[in-house]
């Protein structure tokens, strides 16, 4: 079993950053290095998407993905020897107001399934 749990979030104006922490614990911690790691949000009355995605691909390589709406604007990383994954978000929009969620993943990425989620933490950016 692994926990997620986020942190970071907060208020802040237009054109500002933040930096958002997922920690992961627990019995099989140790195998969230080869997981994929995601960042997905939702947004009052909307559904949650996609964000960002940072998959393994062998060895210490991993690869990073964002939606098009994020792109240029939040880098996703991870640190295996805290067991933590980021998200970088600058030059944040009015529209990036959302809660966000870390989640992991067994299988590939782009098919919307996770094996484990986290309580979310709450973005909010002002105009």
């Known amino acids: 079993q692994v926990q997620l749990v986020e942190s970071g979030g907060g208020l802040v104006q237009a054109g500002g950053s933040l930096r958002l922490s997922c920690a992961a614990s627990?019995?099989?911690?140790?195998?969230?290095?080869?997981?994929?790691m995601d960042w997905c949000r939702q947004a009052p009355g909307k559904e949650r998407e996609f964000v960002a995605s940072h998959s393994w691909s062998g060895g210490i390589r991993y690869i990073a993905d964002y939606a098009d709406s994020v792109k240029g604007r939040f880098t996703i990383s991870r640190d295996n020897a805290k067991y933590t994954l980021y998200l970088q978000m600058n030059n944040l929009k009015p529209e990036d107001t959302a809660i966000y969620y870390c989640?992991?993943?067994?299988?590939?990425?782009?098919?919307?399934?996770?094996?484990?989620w986290g309580q979310g933490t709450q973005v909010t950016v002002s105009s």
């Open positions: 989640a992991a993943r067994s299988g590939p990425a782009g098919q919307g399934e996770y094996d484990y």
């Open positions: 627990g019995r099989s911690v140790s195998t969230v290095r080869i997981y994929g």
